[in-house]
């Protein structure tokens, strides 16, 4: 094979080699003309075109002009930064092809760390939607009681009044809270109780709340995908769950059937005409 067949791209430092004519099978595009000399920022230097990019995002758009087909990772998930460079090589189909993946509706991971601690039992919940979090946050509610006694009952906590206060917001993708009662100095112990809404138990059993937490978000569409151990020493479980429907795709959906039926309740019913 001929040297004036091949070219070298040097991309952010790496370089590829290639034919000529797999660059130029998209003659109207930014790297068809750097070959051409029409683009007048890249030039030939010691006998590589250098181009100031992402050379790992390149090496996806090489293989893309080699077998004209969209082949990524299965876990791969930086779409919009190879939209940008496929944008800026002015290709086209490939932004074309990038914009319908962007599309494809991606399925919402939600996590359920578990961990039993004697008479305490320890929650945290990660999501990879910040909002599903904030909405869970609000469903949460942990009380605390300060006794001398150490005596508690879930039966007897539902009718006390005691001072509610939301689960920690570690980050916006993250809550964590406890259940269960622990001594402290002296007489004293403490207790909480979790609540889920719209669950109006007040419940202090690790084991119950995890319960009610798993038949709460498989009743907001979410399904089990997945259980392991992380620590056996800690006693720390982990559940995972996806969603593919987003909750604010279910808010719309449910406000859109809310005008529809106002509409349809402020519409006048018309009799039907006389023949």
Known sequence: MSSQELVTLNVGGKPFTTRLSTIRQFPRSRLARMLDGRDQEFKPVNGQIFVDRDGSLFSYILDFLRTQLLSLPTDFSDYPRLRREASFYELDYLVELLDQELLKPKPEILEVRFMCQDTRAFFRVFGSSSS????????????????????????????MTLPPFPPQRPSYHDLVFQCGSDNTTGNQAEARYVSIKPDNRKLANGTNVLGLLVDTLLKEGFHLVSTRTVSSEDNVECYCFERMNRPEDLTVSERRKSELTAVAQLMPVQSPKKK
């Open 132 to 159: 599903t979090i904030e909405t869970l946050a609000g469903r949460i509610t942990v009380f605390l009681e300060q006794s001398s006694t150490q005596t508690w009952s879930c039966s007897s906590s539902a009718q």
